[in-house]
């Protein structure tokens, strides 16, 4: 099953993530990305990725567990 | 097997290859770039990277060993200079000919020339070797002239300003921020510029610049002369379409596509990113925009409706772009052109400002926002944009928002 990871030191609040899976990702009062979920099911792999895609920093992957 | 071939190698290139394969598109994917080095990402050029904290490879879009697992073929370093849309087939610079099933333009935009011909020392910011040559300059030391105060001008401003060099800013606008952000909010970004220690001239044009790198004279309107060792140029993009010219697709300061992203008048011919001009169903009306986040979205809609033809999807986007200058990240969503009201919520001023402005439009929605130093409400403000909520529907969300975060220990506020 594929599992969100977020590089919480890199992530800038950007929130690109948010707009694109706002049921896996959101932001906190800081401006950190916060994980909603971690592990995702294959049908939602398409679409998280290309969230997870949409960060300008790269501070979001999925892995393969 | 069909192949889909994408023309330009930047973030709206390199996304829709990827997301051509993300969608399960199991043809050839070709990605054609005019320069020979990995495809990078531009928003670092004005930042990080011209200020030494990234380097070269930190700013790499995409690896060749991540192309070689997603099958995308690399054709780098040879511009394409024709398409002939009847005969699906696209010429490169060096003589190939590439055939194709369905081609993306995501060819972007180049930096608008500057129109003072100096032989050294004057910069625009664009590409990855622009940036290389203007980090070199500013590391020998100011000062510096930046023309334009718009988003890049700003961010080298404080990246050149970060390194030690004596910089102003010059710009024809009054308030330059204010022609997105009306002269309110605007002067807040001014006065950033002058917190940090560099000069603006707005209000005054420039009438030429002479000299060389280390000597340059820029003249102004108002007859003063700056003394400048560089000078950087950033008055704004021009939509790179002009290797179009000949193909029959229809260009106005950018490819002229319809809701799905789709060139007019073809079926198969697709283009995203900073060179597209589409029709926004929301808006009514063809839009181009040059950001960042709009790039990858389109890639991703194109891929879509590449890989699911009988499904095409509008593209409507809520346009948001952000803008890292000195000690504040700025985050703007929606069209702040179309208001007729706005209001600052908590504090636009100072190194600790925390709050951001919200407007609205005179059918009473919420059209856009503005946040400096805080991600949360504008993400709060994507949703409630994304949903056409009322304005003061917004405004009370956003202000709950700053109420909650003065409770906390630690806030700003
Ligand atoms: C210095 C700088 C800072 C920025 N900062 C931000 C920011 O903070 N936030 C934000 O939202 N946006 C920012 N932007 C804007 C953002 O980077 C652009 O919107 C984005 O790069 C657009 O991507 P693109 O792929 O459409 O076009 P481009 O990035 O312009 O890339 C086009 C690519 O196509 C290639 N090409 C051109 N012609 C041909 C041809 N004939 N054949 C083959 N290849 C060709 C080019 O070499 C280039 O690699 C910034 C831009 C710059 C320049
Ligand atoms: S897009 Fe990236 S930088 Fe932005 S909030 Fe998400 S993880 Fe953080």
Not at chain 2, 4 to 20: K, Y
Not at chain 2, 42 to 63: C, D, I, M
Not at chain 2, 246 to 257: A, H, N, R, T
Request: glycine share 12%.
């Amino acid at each position: 099953m594929p599992v969100l990871k977020a590089d919480f030191g890199a992530c800038q609040g950007y929130a690109n993530c948010v707009a694109g899976a706002p049921d896996a990702y959101d932001i906190d009062d800081d401006g950190t990305v916060v994980l909603l979920k971690e592990r995702i099911g294959a049908e939602d792999l398409p679409r998280l990725q290309e969230a997870a895609r949409s960060c300008p920093v790269s501070a979001l992957t999925i892995e393969d567990a | 097997m069909s192949t889909t071939v994408v023309v330009g190698s930047s973030v709206a290139g390199v996304r829709t290859a990827q997301a051509l394969r993300t969608e399960g598109y199991d043809g050839r994917v070709v990605l054609v770039g005019a320069e020979p080095g990995p495809p990078y990402d531009k928003p670092p050029l004005s930042k990080q990277f011209l200020s030494g904290a990234r380097q070269a490879h930190e700013v790499t879009l995409l690896t060749a060993q991540e192309a070689h697992l997603a099958r995308i073929e690399l054709r780098l370093g040879s511009a394409a200079r024709c398409l002939d849309v009847a005969a699906r087939r696209l010429r490169l610079a060096d003589g190939a000919e590439l055939a194709y099933d369905t081609c993306v333009i995501a060819t972007g935009a180049a930096a608008r020339p500057s129109p003072w011909p100096v032989r050294s020392g004057l910069h625009v910011v664009r590409t990855l070797a622009d940036s290389a040559a203007l980090r070199a300059d500013l590391l020998r030391g100011g000062p510096v002239v930046v023309v334009g105060g718009g988003f890049v001008g700003a961010e080298v401003a404080a990246t050149a300003r970060g390194l030690g060099c004596a910089v102003t800013v010059v710009d024809p606008l009054p308030v330059p921020m204010g022609r997105l952000l009306g002269p309110e909010v605007g002067a807040h970004f001014t006065a950033l510029h002058e917190r940090h220690g560099v000069a603006t001239r707005f209000g005054t044009g420039v009438e030429a610049v002479t000299g060389e790198s280390g000597r340059l004279r820029v003249a102004l309107t108002d007859k003063t002369v700056l003394p400048a060792a560089t000078v950087v140029v950033g008055i704004g993009a021009v939509p790179n379409d002009r290797w179009l010219a000949g193909s029959g697709l229809l260009l106005d300061d950018g490819v002229v596509c319809d809701e799905f992203c789709r060139a007019v008048g073809t079926g198969d011919v697709y283009a995203a990113g900073d060179v597209a001009r589409w029709y926004h169903p929301g808006h009514g009306t063809r839009v181009r925009v040059e950001h960042w986040t709009n790039a990858v979205d389109q890639a991703a809609l194109v891929a879509r409706n590449i890989t699911r033809p009988e499904h095409p999807q509008p593209y409507a986007p809520v346009p948001y772009v952000w803008s890292d200058q000195y000690d504040w990240k700025i985050q703007i969503a929606g069209t702040p052109a179309d208001a007729t009201r706005h209001t600052v919520v908590g504090r636009l001023s100072g190194g600790t400002a925390r709050g951001g402005a919200l407007y609205g439009d005179d059918s009473g929605r919420l059209c856009a926002a503005v946040t400096v130093n805080w991600p949360r409400a504008l993400v709060e403000c994507r949703r409630l944009l994304a949903g056409q909520a009322p304005f003061d529907t917004a405004l009370d969300r956003v202000d709950r928002l700053a109420a909650r975060a003065a409770g906390r220990p630690g806030a700003t506020r």
